[in-house]
């Protein structure tokens, strides 16, 4: 009994020691090796007093107790072999080992085997929570989850303890949420919720609030989160971790899942219905912070734009609202949505930009620092994307609007490095809005106030430009406008000269250009202003400043292209100033200088042929055409120039045509060709040559020089007429083969003259017609009326004359052939024939009638008789049939005559109709005579009805 006594103590005393190492897998990391022993003996005890006491009143604690020490053991032996394993590891890694070695498990199975015995032998005993507890923590330790969960699930059914319930709950709803399974994962989080003082309540809240967003109940993962927020913030001064998260790591995830459960479940609207009433929160502008990133990284710029809209709404003036801003402005920006960007940046400098309420009252150096970089880079972007724009467009609106907003560049950072370009660039909208003179007075403050801007050059010559834009527009004023050249060229310091001006925008002109060439004596740019500088000169008729413009040219290093030009414009001015030895000087020199230009050389030569040109224009000009005519003539034959010679050759060519010398203005003409064959005077030479030919019936030659022009050029605006002259000439010389070719040739080259190339059409036929080729004849007429059809669809009207003439020789044609079938006996093939060609001709005249020519129409009517009539009188004149007796073939007459009938009195209703129908119109040509002739006929014919006087009639 003593012994009893003293071991149920031993176990009293011991197990308290234990349990407090148990609870809630808080065991302490096991100690040195002699602490190892110590545990082992300890084991060595308990195995010895279990196996001596296995069914006294103590011995379900001492079982407890010694699987207790068990899961000790195994943990000392599971840390020892990891620190083996690391080891082992480091070897690996540094390649000291072959193989890679295995990571080690806990061995917890003689704990679970005493707990697992405990159970069946003492299934009611007091303390079963704690054994369920252990056995569950560890399975879960092994990895063995299934049975963990098992026996969690058991022991939350079990105990009331609240230590081991509340872990219980969160085990399993950890181990439902990695499993996917949400709705049992969240069954067991919301059974935690209710004990605030849980050390499990907001990591619970968290892992709640996940689960609901992950069955996409996102109102409750909102609710939920923001509940746990709340919560964090109470404790936000105690330091507490929840299973390796703090206070400050929940709260951030719980914000950053509440912006992802507003992405997810109604976007940015209802987040501002949400948060409207939580303005005063903290996280109300973490979560719209977070809202917009995560639409950011989504690439749904729009929301994420306006979540950014929503944050500024809530919050407009606080410190960082410039930064929500320009993000607002980035986000369009990755959206390429530029106006919209650009609106955004108008907002950002209308509300944070230098001189606004924001600007004013931020405390905070940097930020306004950083606002102020931000809009100086938003204006120029403003005033640079407006430039672009309108150089794309064209558009004044978008000119204008890059004016405005380099304007307020310039007013609000007057200091800055880009001033001075800004300036330039405002400038050049000027210029592009015409406002010219704006334009120059921009360009002259930034050659005159940034004395070190890179664009000092550019703007002093835009300016000339302005002032030249100004001139062209304006033109030569009424008025006249003085300027006061001060150091003309910057060579006579001293003198001062005045030039009157054809307007102030000339005048100032004058001035831009001599400040450039004083201010920029070394630019490339001199040489060209120089130039332009002295044509004004020169047409102000102010030759002395005009010289002395151009020689600076010749002596300006950079002049290179300009120096012959400057050579004979000093030339020319010493012309006009009646210097005319120092302007053959100058035009020799100008020879010499530039020997291998033929362009400089022959100058001279130009001039000469000029003043002769002149010379035979004045004589025109007193009305003296012959003398004019015979001076361009001689001109023509003298000057080297060809451009000088063909254009005096063909304006003597119009003068003998104008004086009536014809045959001599076709030899001019005509010798334009073999002159010059390459003029642009060649097809318009050759076309009025072949005209004035034609006008002197001088067919063949007419005809030659149409055709060479032909040839000459397909392409010509007068190849299609001359092609077309010259088949009608070879026809009115009877060579109706080769007018027929041209003809043909027309047909197959130009259609873009619908009346002309039908009557071509019928041309080319007509010939083939007359010259009984009647089936080449045939397809030339149906090219007509085809044609005519096509123009028609096409809405081109066209003459229907020779349409109507071309469908009644179809008619015709058909007529021949229907003429000649002859019916023989066996009479069914023969007839059978004669009936199909017979329609054949009545369909081609009734065509022609169509058109209502009145010469065609009546033709065609009595034509349509006509082949009634023919039909009618081949059938009476057809073979009998043999061997009939006098009386059947008497009787055979009879039934002839009676088929016969019909044809007969449609002919003579035919006859009537036209007859009638010319009357009406006061027609009266030989068709309409014929019809009344065989109308007269025809009405003797039938009034005696019968079969011999039908014959006699017809025949």
Known sequence: MRGNSFARTTAILILPLLFATTLQGQEAEEGSSNQYQELLNAISENEALLAKYPDSDFTSNLMFQLGELYVKKARYEFQKEMAKYEEAERKYDQGLLEHEPTVPRVNFSEALKMCYDLLEKYPNVPFRDKVMYRIAICHLDEGNKEKSIEYLENLSAETTEKQYLEEAYFRLGEYYFEQRDYATAIDYYKRLINSWDSPYFDMALYKLGWSYYNVDDYAQAISTLIYLIDDVNLLEEVSVEHFGKTNADLRREAIEYVAVCFADYSGPQKAREFLSERKEKAYTEQILLNLARVYQARNFYDEATESLKILLDFYPNKPNAPIFQKRIVDNYQLAGEKDKADEARVRFIAKYGPGTKWFDQSSDDSLRQNALEVAEEFLYTLGTDAQAKAQKTKSKLQYGLAVNRYQSYLQKFPDSERSSKVRLYRSECLFELGRYKDAAESYEKVVANYPESEFRETAAYNRILSYNEMM????????????????????????????????????????????????????????????????????????????????????????????????????????????????????????????????????????????????????LAQGDSSRAAEEFERVANVVSDPNVSQRALFEAALLYEDIGELYKAVLIYESMYSKFPNSDLVDKSLFKAGVLCRDLQDWRRAAKNFVTLYNYDKNSRFASKGLYFAAKSYENVEDYETARNYYNEYVKSYNHDPDRFLEAAFRKGEIAYNRGRYQEALQDFRLVTNAYQKFAGQNITTEKYLVANAQFLIGEILYNHFHNIELRQPLERSLKRKRARFEQVIKAYAGAAKYKVADWTTASSHKIGQTFEEFANTLLDSPRPANLDESKLAEYNQKLWENVLPFKKKALSTYQANVKQAMENNIENKWVMESKERMEALTVELSLGNFETGKQAGS
Request: aromatic share 14%; glycine share 4%; charged share 25%.
């Open 472 to 619: 062209e527009k304006t033109g030569v004023s009424r008025f006249p406008a003085f300027v006061m050249l001060k150091n003309f060229l910057g060579k006579y310091e001293a003198r001062v000269d005045t030039i009157e001006a054809r307007g102030q925008a000339e005048a100032d002109f004058i001035k831009a250009s001599n400040d450039f060439v004083m201010n920029f004596s070394s630019s490339p740019k001199v040489p060209e202003v120089l130039m332009k500088f002295g044509e004004v000169l020169y047409e102000l008729e102010a030759f002395p400043l005009a010289k002395a413009t151009y020689k600076e040219v010749i002596n300006h290093p950079t002049a290179g292209e300009f120096i012959p030009q400057a050579y004979s414009m000093i030339a020319q001015t010493a012309f006009k100033q009646n210097n005319y030895e120092e302007s053959e000087e100058w035009y020799r020199k100008l020879s010499q200088q530039y020997p291998d230009s033929s362009r400089y050389v022959e100058k001279a030569n130009k001039m000469i042929a000029s003043s002769r040109f002149k010379v035979a224009e004045t004589y």
